[in-house]
């Protein structure tokens, strides 16, 4: 079949993946590919088990793949047929050198960009998809104009907002599709042609441009100010424990005014994910370098007080337990950074595990979608713990119940019967405040949510 366009994307993660699946989903006459240094995971996007789990994914998968939607290693190849180049590849936060433990690490972006260089023999658009700190595509322009080799590339930014979790929904129905691109005749062709692949299921008036650093940054500050909400109310709910007032009712009765909106304020033990922490961490290290350190002080703030929140949730189970857990069973509801997701990057439950050894608790941790990934964040760990499908098996003989990731499956459970194979006295600490408190109590468990007053026996 004669494709109009051909497309590649280089890196088939979390946002390669069902970004791509989409765009071939919605856009029969382009011809997506989609290629990845790691062979396995190529391998997962071409088998009938997908690398990640996301609902409605295998879906659209299922409908382009070999049609016009492929998954392979040869990237060079993937290159040199390529009209549009998506980048999608990680960009965690640096753990060596200078900004270390703050900026982004542009290694995987950099490499990406010299093989572009090395590999393409006609002009292409090239399209920041990862996420990036503001003037990245200056540098990727630098990369791609160091040789005197007469093609034209034009760099274009479009940060992906899907959230882990509703990725298709996300993708399917997007809130906007930001795509920036430099003011110049070439730098609006190149714009138009992107959006006229959106174009395909994406309203125009959703579509929105920008020059390349607005787009950069927006994304850094959309991850900042989503996270300062959960962080915002994360602060309050210790006032809330202090006070006898309820989280849950001072989050409804705010967030019912309409200025401030009811998403994003519901307490936790605290936000995860691959993106929150690395996004704000990169926003600090730029105002830091532009000398902006009252702007850096602020924003750092909201990561301070989600490590706060992971401690202090170990704290209360501690206090509540008798200032023990050596030797007790802790047993951990979900271990994903959230729902209907597997990904466990950044997860607050690995945080919380690795206190609960340290205070020398034995785990038996569950998880519908993530236990693989558990086992590999815990592997370096000294300690007994166990990792268990059945969240029955997982609780029977614990101590404690400790609720991390809002699956719906953890408020449907029949906790009568959890509690009758529980050690006594039998403590749940929902992390999410997901379940019922007052039945929970009422079958006799001594119960822990998320600034709200304790509901125990003794
Ligand atoms: N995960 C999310 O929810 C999300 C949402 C929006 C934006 N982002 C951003 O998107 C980017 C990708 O995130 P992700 O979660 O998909 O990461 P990921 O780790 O799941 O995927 C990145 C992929 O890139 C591959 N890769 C790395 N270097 C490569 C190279 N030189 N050539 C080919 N492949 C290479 C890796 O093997 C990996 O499979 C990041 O910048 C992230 O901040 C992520």
Redesign the pocket.
Known sequence: MKFKKKILC????????PTMAMIAYKCPEYKVNV????PE?ISEWNSGKL??YEPGLDEIVKAARGRNLFFNTD?EKGIKEADIIFV?????TKKYGAGAGMA?DL???E??AR?ILECSESPKIIVE????PVKTALAMERILTSTDNGIHFEVLSN??????GT?VKDLENPDRVLIGSSQTEEGLKARDELIEIYENWVPKERIITTNVWSSELS?LVA?AFLAQRISSINAISELCEKTDADITEVSKAVGLDSRIGSKFLNASVGFG???FQ??ILNLVYLCRHYGLDQVADYWEGVVKINDYQKDRFVLNMLKAMFNTLAGKKVCLFGFAFKANTG?T?ESPAITVSRKLIEEKAELRITDPEALNNARNDLKDIKGKISFIEDPYEAASGSHAIAIMTEWDLYSELDYEKIFQSMNKPAFIFDGRNIADHNKLFEIGFNVYGVGRPPLTHF
């Open positions: 280089i890196g088939a993660g979390y946002v390669g993946g290629v990845d240094i790691n995971r690398p990640i990237i999608s590849v990680n960009t965690p982004a290694q995987y972006w490499k990406t093989q998809k990862s996420t990036l940060p992906e907002f899907l959230a882990e990725a994304k991850n994910g691959s993106c690395k996004d990904d990057r």
